[in-house]
């Protein structure tokens, strides 16, 4: 099996990493000139990213890597609509969430649009069960539609013994599980996950992997991953680097590219 240097050194060089070759229509996410910038403390703008174009495709999985700090995180909160670009534009199935309103973003983010952060952010009040229902309920679905959703998620992550018990209740890689079933339970067209397996053992991160190529595959939904796993980055599909608030592709590790 090839190293993950070796299947950065296969990609082409000089590709376009936009690259989708699905058509228009089959686009999930798509971002063109996309530009965050923050005030420093000392009262300068720190650019973080500098004109970011992309296209993911439903069924395409991509993985970003790049150095801490680089602005990895802040891209996937831009995608998902959390938060707002300084320029150009964010597309999710089509729409252009800069032109919706807060309620209809929210609708979005609820039902196109699934979130795994390295930290589950689960409701500590409500079971395992209901965190994964909950999303569908606010969605709109029927309790027992909801409900046999949540149960057939938990199962698919090890957990169908456990769905009656709180968050205190359990291990933090049985809490995470619960998180990724979360942000599937609408079936969303735009997986976004963020270093989501930085705190689990690597049994469990390894099967945790496996759904998001799972759902990315047999559900078609458009994966965008940051990691700083190389091994994990090159299960993609395309594996691109964020430097200097740009995307490129990965053609081989960079130097002090985990620091």
Do not use: W
């Amino acid at each position: 099996m090839s190293s993950p240097a070796e299947r950065f050194a296969a990609e082409a060089p000089g590709t376009d990493v936009r690259g989708a070759t699905a058509p228009a229509a089959e686009i999930a996410v798509s971002a063109r000139g996309v530009r965050k910038e923050y005030l420093g403390g000392d009262g300068r703008t720190l650019t973080v990213l500098a004109g970011v174009d992309l296209d993911v495709a439903r069924g395409e999985a991509i993985s970003v890597i790049g150095r801490s700090g680089s602005g990895k995180s802040t891209l996937l909160q831009v995608l998902g609509g959390l938060d707002v670009p300084n320029a150009g534009t964010v597309h999710v199935g089509g729409r252009d969430l800069a032109r919706l309103n807060e309620e209809d973003l929210a609708r979005v983010r609820s039902t196109s649009i699934g979130f795994v952060f390295q930290f589950h952010h689960l409701l500590r009040e409500f079971t395992a069960l209901e965190n994964v229902m909950m999303p569908q309920l606010i969605a709109g679905a029927g309790d027992r539609q909801a409900r046999d959703r949540a149960r057939e998620l938990l199962a698919g992550v090890g957990l169908e013994d456990r769905a009656t018990h709180k968050p205190s209740q359990l291990s933090g890689g049985e809490q995470q599980r619960v998180a990724v079933a979360r942000a599937l339970a609408n079936r969303p067209l735009v997986l976004l996950a963020d270093e989501p397996s930085g705190n689990l053992d690597p049994e469990t991160a390894e099967a945790m992997h496996d759904e998001f190529f799972r759902v990315c595959r047999d559900e078609g939904a458009a994966l965008v991953l940051v990691t700083h796993d190389l091994a994990l980055a090159a299960r993609a599909g395309r594996v691109l680097r964020l430097h200097a608030g740009h995307l490129e592709n990965a053609h081989g590790p960079e130097p002090g590219l985990l620091e």
